[in-house]
């Protein structure tokens, strides 16, 4: 949910000149394009960010997230919503030949550091989409809420656009429906971000490709299907941070507004388009600052609160060259850190190898690509979806494993990426077990009927980094 605001709470005055400093930029980020590659850099950079629960010796949430954070005294670890969250920020890396192996001892470096920091509190860390053992108590937000009026803030924001409390309701096997009046119910779901930083002349062809390779990974690697004791979606983080920061009233829901977290408004032919239409959104933060309108200060706060799963992001470097990234946000935690490097080579080959392929992802009907998104969200990887060659509809797993490999293995290989076999191996194996995390917790709560178990052996099997696909019952 992002760093602190300045603001305690916000005027009219300051929206009128948020907005007047937010027109300002985007005015000035025009010229930017106007003048395109020659400004910006033409490298291609890695980065994530990985969500974790802080769980105590019975695997039940732990709200120590400040103690960890103050002892653990580097940048790289931050707040989540809930004080039984923390995020990891990992380190930017350059997509060449040791990016896997650099990734590697980042993350490995990373969430030891974490864990080690838990345990001096008899805790723990814990990957989840969706944490199992979470329960309504959890959410009572004078108790569990962290120590930032930034959040505090965003729920009653939420309010003033909504006029009414926030609202959850969606299917899987079973009914999940929710209410409460501030944002608290966005903890329910822990995810991994991958930025993925692009050229500029390329930038369109690469923000298509993520469009249809997040529908891919949505399913591969899903990782969210138990909800509060209910069978879900198999990646139910979806559904719910959808709903959880819905910024819509009444009367804009019933007219299909675009929702402040969606998948996309439509195919672009600029990145300006997509920042264009964050003019759609309402202001959360007005937190004026008087900076230089390149800073960029009003326009990166307010595109931050827009929560697109494939979220554009324009930064500088360090040379000073203005950047473009994706940030890929559609990914759970999760359940292994393993699992975690395949999902992220998976993301990015696909999204390389779709590019060099030239195959003209426009062919699917945009509603079409969108519809795709959240059935297979809803089924995980034994859904169809239609794939982007012909736009015909097929089998999610047969088409991993007949082009989706291929076009993975190309992509890495075309960044000059090492040691590629053991995560294009494993993107294999999991597709043909049909074993991901949602599906293994499912087929764990039909045979046992017990979180409790089935946080268990989650936990001892992730603490051994074990593949998902290889996890028992």
Same mark, same amino acid.
């Given at each position: 949910?992002?760093?602190?605001?300045?603001?305690?709470?916000?005027?009219?005055?300051?929206?009128?000149?948020?907005?007047?400093?937010?027109?300002?930029?985007?005015?000035?980020?025009?010229?930017?394009?106007?003048?395109?590659?020659?400004?910006?850099?033409?490298?291609?950079?890695?980065?994530?960010?990985?969500?974790?629960?802080?769980?105590?010796? =019975?695997?039940?949430?732990?709200?120590?997230?400040?103690?960890?954070?103050? =002892?653990?005294?580097?940048?790289?670890?931050?707040?989540?919503?809930?004080?039984?969250?923390?995020?990891?920020?990992?380190?930017?890396?350059?997509?060449?030949?040791?990016?896997?192996?650099?990734?590697?001892?980042?993350?490995?470096?990373?969430?030891?550091?974490?864990?080690?920091?838990?345990?001096?509190?008899?805790?723990?860390?814990?990957?989840?989409?969706?944490?199992?053992?979470?329960?309504?108590? #959890?959410?009572?937000?004078?108790?569990?809420?962290?120590?930032?009026?930034?959040?505090?803030?965003?729920?009653?924001?939420?309010?003033?656009?909504? #006029?009414?409390?926030?609202?959850?309701?969606? #299917?899987?096997?079973?009914?999940?429906?929710?209410?409460?009046?501030?944002?608290?119910?966005?903890?329910?779901? =822990?995810?991994?971000?991958? #930025?993925?930083?692009?050229?500029?002349?390329?930038?369109?062809?690469?923000?298509?490709?993520?469009?249809?390779?997040?529908?891919?990974?949505?399913?591969?690697?899903?990782?969210?299907?138990?909800?509060?004791?209910?069978?879900?979606?198999?990646?139910?983080?979806?559904?719910?941070?959808?709903?959880?920061?819905?910024?819509?009233?009444?009367?804009?829901?019933?007219?299909?507004?675009?929702?402040?977290?969606?998948?996309?408004?439509?195919?672009?032919?600029?990145?300006?388009?997509?920042?264009?239409?964050?003019?759609?959104?309402?202001?959360?933060?007005?937190?004026?600052?008087?900076?230089?309108?390149?800073?960029?200060?009003?326009?990166?706060?307010?595109?931050?609160?827009?929560?697109?799963?494939?979220?554009?992001?324009?930064?500088?470097?360090?040379?000073?060259?203005?950047?473009?990234?994706?940030?890929?946000?559609?990914?759970?935690?999760?359940?292994?850190?393993?699992?975690?490097?395949?999902?992220?080579?998976?993301?990015?080959?696909?999204?390389?190898?779709?590019?060099?392929?030239?195959?003209?992802?426009?062919?699917?009907?945009?509603?079409?690509?969108?519809?795709?998104?959240? =059935?297979?969200?809803?089924?995980?990887?034994?859904?169809?979806?239609?794939?982007?060659?012909?736009?015909?509809?097929?089998?999610?797993?047969?088409?991993?494993?007949?082009?989706?490999?291929?076009?993975?293995?190309?992509?890495?290989?075309?960044?000059?990426?090492?040691?590629?076999?053991?995560?294009?191996?494993?993107?294999?194996?999991?597709?043909?077990?049909?074993?991901?995390?949602?599906?293994?917790?499912?087929?764990?709560?039909?045979?046992?009927?017990?979180?409790?178990?089935?946080?268990?052996?989650?936990?001892?099997?992730?603490?051994?980094?074990?593949?998902?696909?290889?996890?028992?019952?």
């Amino acid at each position: 949910m992002g760093s602190e605001i300045s603001h305690r709470e916000f005027t009219k005055e300051d929206f009128t000149a948020f907005q007047k400093a937010l027109s300002n930029e985007h005015d000035y980020v025009k010229t930017l394009f106007e003048k395109g590659s020659e400004i910006f850099s033409d490298k291609y950079r890695i980065g994530y960010e990985l969500e974790a629960c802080i769980l105590d010796a =019975t695997n039940l949430p732990d709200p120590i997230n400040k103690k960890i954070l103050d =002892t653990v005294g580097s940048p790289l670890f931050t707040n989540e919503l809930a004080k039984y969250d923390l995020e990891i920020n990992g380190n930017v890396f350059t997509l060449d030949g040791k990016a896997a192996e650099n990734l590697n001892k980042d993350l490995i470096s990373l969430w030891d550091q974490g864990q080690n920091t838990a345990q001096k509190f008899n805790a723990k860390l814990g990957l989840f989409g969706v944490l199992p053992s979470l329960k309504l108590e #959890h959410f009572n937000k004078a108790l569990y809420q962290s120590d930032m009026h930034r959040y505090t803030l965003v729920s009653q924001r939420i309010r003033e656009l909504r #006029h009414e409390s926030v609202k959850i309701l969606f #299917h899987g096997e079973d009914e999940v429906s929710l209410q409460k009046n501030d944002v608290m119910l966005e903890a329910l779901g =822990t995810s991994l971000q991958i #930025h993925f930083q692009v050229p500029f002349d390329k930038a369109v062809d690469y923000y298509h490709a993520a469009l249809l390779a997040s529908v891919v990974l949505v399913g591969f690697g899903a990782n969210s299907s138990l909800v509060l004791g209910k069978r879900a979606w198999h990646e139910s983080r979806i559904a719910i941070f959808e709903q959880s920061v819905d910024t819509r009233n009444r009367q804009q829901r019933e007219h299909g507004a675009e929702k402040r977290v969606h998948f996309a408004h439509g195919y672009i032919n600029s990145w300006l388009d997509l920042f264009e239409q964050n003019k759609m959104f309402k202001i959360i933060f007005a937190d004026v600052k008087n900076k230089p309108v390149s800073d960029l200060h009003h326009f990166n706060l307010h595109n931050g609160t827009i929560w697109r799963w494939i979220r554009p992001i324009l930064d500088k470097d360090k040379e000073g060259k203005h950047t473009l990234r994706l940030e890929l946000r559609v990914l759970p935690s999760g359940p292994t850190l393993v699992d975690t490097q395949v999902n992220i080579w998976f993301f990015i080959g696909l999204i390389q190898g779709l590019v060099r392929s030239k195959i003209d992802l426009k062919k699917i009907p945009f509603e079409t690509l969108k519809d795709d998104f959240y =059935t297979v969200a809803k089924n995980g990887l034994e859904t169809e979806f239609h794939e982007p060659e012909y736009a015909k509809r097929i089998s999610l797993k047969e088409w991993i494993l007949n082009d989706g490999l291929a076009l993975t293995k190309t992509g890495l290989e075309s960044l000059g990426i090492d040691n590629i076999d053991m995560y294009v191996n494993t993107i294999k194996e999991r597709t043909l077990s049909g074993q991901n995390g949602a599906s293994w917790q499912l087929e764990h709560f039909k045979k046992y009927n017990s979180i409790p178990k089935l946080m268990e052996d989650y936990m001892q099997n992730s603490k051994q980094n074990i593949p998902v696909h290889k996890w028992g019952l």
